[in-house]
């Protein structure tokens, strides 16, 4: 067989020296192709290799009318449409490990560079001043490095810092206080990573959770002088309020790789003395992108001729009667884990999923990958799939048990996910009703029948007088309107669930003024 490979991105020799050396491989290196002449070069394509630079979107893949693997040579892969990709059957694969050092080495020369003004220095002396009272800087030992996301690059950076005799104070919803003592660091909430932290270095993918982390909101909870750096992705800072609180003196200086908007050839950001920026190299070592192009090119080819991909990003292929049997599931499970995420209040440690009625008999390992990739989503974002769901939850150290029942509480079929927490479990059931299509139908012990679609508010309170009218009012108060509602209890007047759908999704403020009423324990709210 022969195949056509696009690389529409710089990529290293190494790599492709890789392609070089299988037969049937036909490669064409393109990196300055506008998006226009790469839509018309990519009917032909079979396997499209880039980096962060080419704008792999829905429009480029729906026209790719050969195309079967997208190749990233890198992690983040926000410039690929994986939805439109996973639609039409591509595949696509990173490189994920390969950079990890160099961003890490990238981010250690950020945080120097920051503490001690050299950028700012040498474009002083560049600009013929020889000015040794402005740049003063100040010493990295026993200050605090608030490190937000303590994944690949996080870590690394962790282990450097504390080479630099600083104190880490981390923040990632997978660290546990077992590996942080592991790891020597402190750990705390976010908050108090941005309250406590004399620098702050972002290490998360830009996810919808993670967008604008660092906002005028965050800005005002940090230590006047803090000093910032992102290595990680645009957008996860507010560029705006970054630039307000660099004015008004409560952020002393900022080093930036990445940004909002890429390439850009102004951003206001510049031109204050106290930031200073690199554009995107992160990852621009030789030896990094020698790794991630090898690494790339290396899973594409085995994908290719027929071999077991490493790093896959998106979805597997299962077996026509298999998958015809459990795909009604897949979405059931992923939104029970994603209905659980979300009520979780601690690191999760372990998730028991139950099978029973017609579920027992059924090959239930990609319902629990799809379950698990539901649970894992909120917090690592749109690249975790059936595939790559239960490595990355083992990764996190989570243990995961499938248990095949015949309880079934009268349903055909029975679908319950328990998670594990230090101080507590929780779980939420669903089934397929026939006909009807999914139900949530239990949460911890209580029973409910909700469609796991849309708003959904779950409110654990107290069973006395009045607590429906107070909620009622005060979601009307923000003119959210409910579509259904139920309640159910353990006892008389002890605990008990409400469980709503709304017509809107609600925002942090009018959640927290939920959470004020002294009846209710716990306010959550889900989009589904
Ligand atoms: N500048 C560059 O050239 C360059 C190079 C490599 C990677 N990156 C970027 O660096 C980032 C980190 O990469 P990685 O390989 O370490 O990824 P990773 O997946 O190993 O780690 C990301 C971590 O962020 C955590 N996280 C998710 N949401 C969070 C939140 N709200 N608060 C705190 N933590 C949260 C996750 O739990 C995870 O542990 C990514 O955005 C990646 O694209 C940039
Ligand atoms: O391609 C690059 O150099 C950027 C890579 C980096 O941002 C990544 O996510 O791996």
Known sequence: MAFNVLISDPLSE??????????????????????????????????????????????????????????????????????????????????PNGNTNSAAEHTMAMLMALSRKIPQAYYSLKHQQWDRKKYVGVELKNKTLGIIGLGRIGAEVAYRAKGQRMNIMAYDPFLTKEKADHLGIGYGTVQDVLKEADFITLHTPLLKETKHLLNEEAFEQMKPGVQIINCARGGIIDEAALYEAIVSGKVAGAALDVFEEEPFHDNKLLELSEVFATPHLGASTVEAQENV???????????????????????????????NQIEPYFNLAENLGTFLIHLAREVIEEVNIYYSGELAGVETAPITRNTIKGLLTRHLGE???????????????????ENKTSTTKGFTNLLTVEIVTKSEKRRVAGTLLNGLGPRIVMVDDYSVDVTPKGH?????????????????????????????????????????????????????????????????????????
């Open 456 to 528: 959904i508010l779950i409110i654990h309170h107290r069973d006395i007088p009045g607590v429906i009218g107070k909620m009622g009012s005060l979601l009307a108060q923000y003119n959210i309107n409910i579509a259904t509602m139920q309640v159910d209890r353990a006892d008389v007047g002890g605990d008990a669930v409400m469980m709503l759908t709304v017509d809107k999704h609600l925002e942090t403020k009018e959640l927290e003024a939920l959470k004020q009423l002294d009846e209710i324990y716990q306010a959550t709210a889900i989009d589904l």
């Open 293 to 323: 192009a090898v690494d790339v090119c290396q899973d594409v080819i085995r994908f290719l001729t027929g071999g077991i991909v490493q790093n896959p990003v998106n979805l597997p292929s299962v077996p026509k009667e298999v998958l």
């Open 14 to 95: 190494e790599g492709i020296q890789v392609l070089n050396q299988q037969d049937g491989i036909h490669y064409e290196l393109a990196t300055d192709l506008t998006p226009e002449a790469l839509l018309k070069k990519i009917s032909k394509v079979d396997a499209l290799l880039v980096r962060s630079q080419t704008q792999v979107t829905r429009k480029l893949i729906e026209a790719a009318e050969n195309l079967k693997i997208i190749g990233r040579a890198g992690v983040g892969v926000d410039n690929i449409d994986l939805n439109a990709a996973t639609e039409r059957g591509i595949i696509v694969v990173n490189a």
């Open 383 to 401: 690249h975790v799939n059936d595939v790559n769901a239960l490595y990355l939850a083992e990764k996190r150290g989570i243990r995961i048990h």
